[in-house]
């Protein structure tokens, strides 16, 4: 094959697919034989099994476009190798990219089954157990497709042993409250391990050979029970963040790229990126693909001070436009995504990649509002104003509703927009019994900030000033503008009482 013989796109975008694909091979670590073709093409096999490949047969152009001839075994999760055959499909670059990495997925998956010996079932030894348990639920037809229902952790990391059991499967959030330094993002952890597995590409993020760790899930109509060594039921529709969420996919390599925007890296490391919705949005702009107006409204929905997201086509930019929220019709100069405020940056950069991540394993769907799964979010409050953090579990429902969101927060204002049947657990830790888990039943509809901040799920037993000198001072009004008027009338009455002025008779007579 010489790239002499083929048109310019041709040879440059075969260049950067045949990079990419180098690349997520190198960090792999797994064995492949690459044969290219003497006219156009290559095709990758998987050397344990000649049946596995991946292949690029051919290119079309067609209105300025070109579109590449792929082959790929196996072609879904559905079918098993031996069953299944060869379908051509016609992708464009960032097309093939996208479905080698799915192929590859399907290739690790393959690898980590070889380990198990499935002619004995019970292969764990000195396992923890978890038993799969009757769903409960307040409202059936809020019944979440994928939703944890129970964890099972021992030997890992500071946890000796830590259990959740039996949450509801109509629950939308899940928050973890806890003390600096309890453990809150080690039971993170625990969970995301234990729905993903330990391996991430070619990494391992649990060295301790002790450490045991199993969830129990809903999946579709089963309830499902995986280990986090073995993987026999990993669940495929995850996105996980850590405290650290601000920084886009833009200029790293492609393979420090991959392994930073891999699904675990952002809640164990410091310098995850996310993935780059905007790329996508750029993409689905020019093709006027229904999906950059579905995406577009469903920013607007998360960050209400948005009020326009828009291509611009001098800058190939895409650009976010903020309102006066006072004068909703006045608007502030257009700016790219690294100028908005980091508080905005953090949800649309989240959100944009849960929308990529997502749609990866469910290709078929285009409206965010239907996609499915678990995401967990460490340090759900960081980056935003009180007013935000309470709007959010609620915006975060309404525009992804099929979604269990599984997070921490240091914060109270967060559960006052926590949804319906909302789940709150607490993190403890001893010397003696390491990191544990309590659930903390508190019925948050009536609860103000004060409340929630010296119930036992904050623990606070002085909420006071510092600069406090007599109790007596203290304020008790609800509200900033109840105090305020309070004020106003021991004003009146202050002042009443210095003019010598006589209050008006009436002001005494009964009310007849």
Same mark, same amino acid.
């Not at 190198?26 to 292949?55: A, M």
């Given at each position: 094959?010489?790239?002499?013989n083929?048109?310019?796109?041709?040879?440059?975008?075969?260049?950067?697919?045949?990079?990419?694909?180098?690349?997520?091979?190198?960090?792999?670590?797994?064995?492949?034989?690459?044969?290219?073709?003497k006219?156009f093409?290559?095709k990758?096999?998987?050397?344990?099994?000649s049946?596995?490949?991946?292949?690029?047969?051919?290119?079309?152009?067609?209105?300025?476009?070109?579109?590449?001839?792929v082959?790929?075994?196996?072609?879904?999760?559905y079918?098993? $190798?031996? #069953? /299944?055959? =060869?379908?051509?499909?016609?992708?464009? !670059?960032? *097309?093939?990219?996208?479905?080698? +990495?799915?192929?590859?997925?399907?290739?690790?998956?393959?690898?980590?089954?070889?380990?198990?010996?499935?002619?004995?079932?019970?292969?764990?030894?000195?396992?923890?157990?978890?038993?799969?348990?009757?769903?409960?639920?307040?409202?059936?037809?809020?019944?979440?497709?994928?939703?944890?229902?129970?964890?099972?952790?021992?030997?890992?990391?500071?946890?000796k042993?830590?259990?959740?059991?039996?949450?509801?499967?109509?629950?939308?959030?899940?928050?973890?409250?806890?003390?600096?330094?309890?453990?809150?993002?080690?039971?993170?952890?625990?969970?995301?391990?234990?729905?993903?597995?330990?391996?991430?590409?070619?990494?391992?993020? $649990?060295? #301790? /050979?002790? =450490?045991?760790?199993?969830?129990?899930? !809903?999946? *579709?109509?089963?309830?499902?029970? +995986?280990?986090?060594?073995?993987?026999?039921?990993?669940?495929?529709?995850?996105?996980?963040?850590?405290?650290?969420?601000l920084n886009?996919?833009?200029?790293?390599?492609?393979?420090?790229?991959?392994?930073?925007s891999?699904t675990?890296?952002s809640?164990?490391?410091?310098?995850?990126?996310?993935?780059?919705?905007?790329?996508?949005?750029?993409?689905?702009?020019?093709?006027?693909?229904?999906?950059?107006?579905?995406?577009?409204?469903?920013?607007?929905?998360?960050?209400?001070?948005?009020?326009?997201?828009r291509?611009?086509?001098?800058?190939?930019?895409?650009?976010?436009?903020?309102?006066?929220?006072?004068?909703?019709?006045?608007?502030?100069?257009?700016?790219?995504?690294?100028n908005?405020?980091?508080?905005?940056?953090?949800?649309?950069?989240?959100?944009?990649?849960?929308?990529?991540?997502?749609?990866?394993?469910?290709?078929?769907?285009?409206?965010?509002?239907?996609?499915?799964?678990?995401?967990?979010?460490?340090?759900?409050?960081?980056?935003?104003?009180?007013?935000?953090?309470?709007?959010?579990?609620?915006?975060?429902?309404?525009?992804?509703?099929?979604?269990?969101?599984?997070?921490?927060?240091?914060?109270?204002i967060?559960?006052?927009?926590?949804?319906?049947?909302?789940?709150?657990?607490?993190?403890?830790?001893?010397?003696?019994?390491?990191?544990?888990?309590?659930?903390?039943?508190?019925?948050?509809?009536?609860?103000?900030?004060?409340?929630?901040?010296?119930?036992?799920?904050?623990?606070?037993?002085?909420?006071?000033?510092?600069?406090?000198?007599?109790?007596?001072?203290?304020?008790?009004?609800?509200?900033?503008?109840?105090?305020?008027k309070?004020?106003e009338?021991?004003?009146?009455?202050?002042?009443?009482?210095?003019?010598?002025?006589?209050?008006?008779?009436?002001?005494?007579q009964?009310?007849?």
């Amino acid at each position: 094959m010489n790239a002499k013989n083929l048109p310019l796109i041709v040879a440059q975008e075969l260049k950067e697919i045949t990079d990419y694909i180098q690349g997520r091979i190198y960090e792999s670590q797994l064995s492949f034989d690459l044969k290219s073709d003497k006219r156009f093409g290559y095709k990758i096999t998987y050397k344990k099994y000649s049946k596995i490949y991946f292949e690029v047969t051919d290119y079309e152009i067609e209105n300025q476009s070109v579109e590449y001839v792929v082959a790929r075994v196996p072609y879904d999760l559905y079918t098993a $190798v031996d #069953d /299944s055959y =060869a379908e051509d499909q016609k992708l464009q !670059k960032y *097309e093939v990219q996208d479905t080698f +990495n799915e192929w590859l997925s399907f290739v690790r998956n393959y690898e980590k089954m070889s380990e198990i010996d499935y002619s004995n079932p019970f292969y764990l030894h000195d396992e923890i157990l978890l038993q799969n348990e009757p769903d409960t639920f307040l409202e059936e037809d809020k019944i979440l497709k994928y939703c944890l229902k129970s964890l099972s952790v021992s030997n890992f990391q500071g946890i000796k042993r830590a259990t959740i059991e039996n949450l509801p499967v109509d629950t939308n959030w899940v928050f973890l409250v806890g003390e600096n330094g309890f453990g809150k993002s080690t039971i993170l952890q625990s969970i995301m391990l234990g729905l993903h597995g330990s391996k991430d590409g070619s990494h391992d993020y $649990v060295i #301790d /050979s002790n =450490a045991q760790i199993k969830v129990g899930y !809903k999946f *579709e109509e089963e309830n499902l029970i +995986n280990d986090f060594r073995f993987n026999p039921s990993p669940l495929i529709h995850l996105a996980a963040y850590g405290p650290v969420r601000l920084n886009m996919q833009v200029d790293a390599t492609v393979s420090e790229a991959a392994q930073r925007s891999g699904t675990l890296y952002s809640l164990f490391r410091t310098d995850g990126v996310l993935l780059n919705i905007e790329s996508e949005l750029v993409k689905w702009y020019l093709k006027k693909d229904k999906r950059f107006q579905l995406i577009k409204n469903a920013f607007c929905k998360l960050v209400p001070y948005i009020s326009e997201i828009r291509f611009n086509e001098s800058t190939d930019r895409i650009e976010y436009i903020e309102k006066d929220l006072l004068d909703g019709s006045a608007q502030y100069e257009p700016l790219p995504f690294e100028n908005i405020a980091s508080g905005f940056r953090s949800i649309l950069g989240m959100a944009g990649d849960m929308i990529v991540r997502l749609s990866h394993t469910q290709k078929d769907v285009e409206d965010p509002s239907k996609l499915k799964g678990i995401v967990i979010i460490d340090e759900l409050d960081l980056h935003w104003h009180p007013k935000l953090q309470k709007q959010i579990p609620e915006l975060f429902s309404e525009v992804f509703p099929g979604i269990q969101f599984i997070v921490s927060t240091h914060s109270p204002i967060p559960l006052l927009g926590a949804p319906k049947n909302s789940v709150i657990l607490k993190v403890n830790r001893t010397k003696e019994e390491g990191i544990t888990i309590e659930k903390v039943d508190v019925d948050l509809k009536n609860l103000t900030p004060n409340l929630l901040l010296t119930s036992g799920i904050f623990d606070m037993d002085n909420i006071f000033s510092s600069q406090l000198e007599d109790l007596t001072e203290v304020r008790t009004e609800n509200t900033f503008d109840e105090m305020t008027k309070n004020d106003e009338v021991d004003k009146y009455l202050e002042d009443f009482e210095k003019s010598n002025e006589e209050f008006p008779d009436e002001l005494f007579q009964s009310k007849k």
